[in-house]
């Protein structure tokens, strides 16, 4: 091969290595920084840039981006000399790519170092019980502390939190105990605050109930009495209306004298009826009624012997008095002549 074809062959590759390192395409999200002659000359932002070969080196590219950094665990001691493990996570972005390159070495290392330190002066003057129940003003004064210091290393701190706490292993064992026997103390008294109030509205149902029932025998005893009530007034007035018709009946029958005396006398044997009645007293005017009666019998009309069947006369003046003893007597009642 001629010499000349080699060299022309070398020629093409240098100029084609140049041509590479002076055109710089940087991606979206990055930046570089561009030292000519080994000093600080520009920062190159997302797009194609043209750079001298040899004259001008960029360096590592660098990430504009949000970064999220969780820091292994630091041992803490507690105001009330307690040892914790805290594990934190950073969240950070680079703002100037100028002073993340020249004003600190390793900003990722700073921070961690940061917020190691910052960790330990917080929690320090924090018991443990305090420790676990701040978080929030714990995060909150990392973020404070640390955006302040890094922002002349071009960085932002937006957000700090403590992902984890770890309190020692016979402190983890006591605070189960103390939080197991708050719970079992809390149940105990929801279960008598439950069966207090049960009672209580047992007792509110059972007086309720009570109420309701004597309400009700009350309504009820009242509506028997007025039932009773109705129904005395509608048999006195139907017994009422009864002796009202049998009254008028009788007037306008117009019977004599004799027919009630006879009607008197087929009543008196039911004064002695019922197993109970041991002793009748006979009525004192029994015997007038019976000399009516008698009476009565011995001057009918001639109307009625007309109908009376016929019997020898000296039969008929017999006959009269012993309608007398054919009237029914009551039981227990003493012999009566007529």
Same mark, same amino acid.
Do not use: C
């Given at each position: ?25 940087? @991606? ?21 840039? !043209?750079?001298? @070969? ?32 805290? *594990? ?15 004003? !600190? ?13 910052? /960790? ?11 420790? /676990?129940?701040?978080?929030?003003? !714990? ?59 049960? *009672? ?22 009242? /509506? ?61 005017? /029994? ?24 019997? @020898? ?10 309608? @007398? ?14």
């Amino acid at each position: 091969m001629p010499i000349s074809l080699i060299l022309t062959v070398l020629l093409i590759l240098f100029v084609l290595t140049m041509l590479a390192k002076t055109v710089r395409v940087i @991606p979206q999200g990055r930046a570089g920084i561009v030292e000519r002659l080994g000093k600080f000359h520009a920062v190159l932002n997302p797009g194609l840039h !043209i750079v001298i @070969p040899v004259v001008d080196r960029v360096l590592p590219l660098i990430d504009l981006r949000e970064q999220v950094v969780s820091f292994p665990s630091q041992s803490v001691i507690t105001e009330d000399n307690l040892v914790v493990g805290i *594990d934190t996570v950073v969240y950070f972005q680079v703002t100037d790519p100028k002073a993340a390159t020249y004003e !600190i070495t390793n900003y990722i290392r700073a921070v961690d170092e940061l917020t190691s330190a910052t /960790l330990r002066n917080v929690v320090g003057g924090l018991n443990l019980e305090q420790t /676990l129940t701040s978080r929030d003003q !714990i995060n909150a004064e990392l973020r404070g502390v640390l955006d302040s210091t890094t922002g002349r290393w071009g960085l932002r701190v937006s957000r700090v939190d403590i992902k984890e706490i770890q309190p020692p292993a016979s402190i983890q064992d006591s605070m189960e105990k103390q939080m197991r026997a708050e719970r079992d103390r809390r149940a105990a008294i929801l279960t008598a605050e439950g069966q207090k109030q049960s *009672d209580i509205l047992t007792a509110e149902g059972e007086s309720r109930a009570a109420i309701l029932r004597a309400e009700g025998e009350k309504q009820a005893q009242i /509506l028997r009495a007025e039932g009773d009530a109705q129904s005395a007034i509608l048999r006195a007035n139907g017994e009422a209306e009864a002796v009202q018709k049998v009254f008028a009946a009788i007037h306008e029958a117009n019977p004599s004298q004799q027919l009630l005396t006879y009607q008197y006398l087929q009543t008196l044997p039911k004064l002695a009826e019922g197993d109970a009645n041991k002793l009748w007293f006979i009525p004192t005017e /029994l015997g007038d009624a019976l000399r009516g009666l008698g009476n009565a019998f011995g001057t009918l009309p001639a109307s009625d012997l007309a109908d009376a069947p016929k019997k @020898p006369a000296a039969q008929a003046p017999k006959s009269a008095p012993q309608a @007398p003893k054919s009237a029914p007597q009551a039981p227990g009642s003493y012999g009566i002549n007529g």
